[in-house]
Nanobody, 129 residues
């Protein structure tokens, strides 16, 4: 099982960027998936999550209204559209997936790293002024 994150890069503040996470080795269409990020010297933090059906999304307060998480289950791919990027968005971004199938959780659980069993290798996003 592999999650391959891509799409990171160096952008200026205010720009947009779209991350992708291609899954292989297993069909994740029935799994909760999410994005986390980790800046140097900081712990890995929740960014966004999407339910297995794709109908419900969750965001951290710092990205709400600027980022959009989505999924294409036919392509077994997760996305993160990032708009109005800020300097503080600079981090290594990781995609993650729950190994359970068709599970729903309380809101707080989606933000918990422990929910996710599979992790991508990370893609670096650097926002400059």
């Amino acid at each position: 099982v592999q999650l391959q994150a891509s799409g990171g890069g160096l952008v200026q503040a205010g720009d947009s960027l779209k991350l992708s996470c291609a899954a292989s080795g297993r069909n994740f269409s029935n799994s909760v998936m999410g994005w986390f990020r980790q800046a140097p010297g900081q712990e890995r933090k929740f960014v966004a999550a999407i339910t297995w059906g794709g109908s419900i999304t969750y965001y951290s307060e710092s990205v709400e209204g600027r980022f959009t998480i989505s999924r294409d289950n036919a392509q077994n791919t997760l996305y993160l559209q990032m708009n109005s990027l800020k300097l503080e968005d600079t981090a290594n971004y990781y995609c993650a997936a729950d190994r359970e199938s068709r599970r729903t959780y309380i809101r707080a659980q989606y933000r918990n790293r422990g929910l996710y069993d599979y992790w991508g290798q990370g893609t670096q996003v650097t926002v400059s002024s």
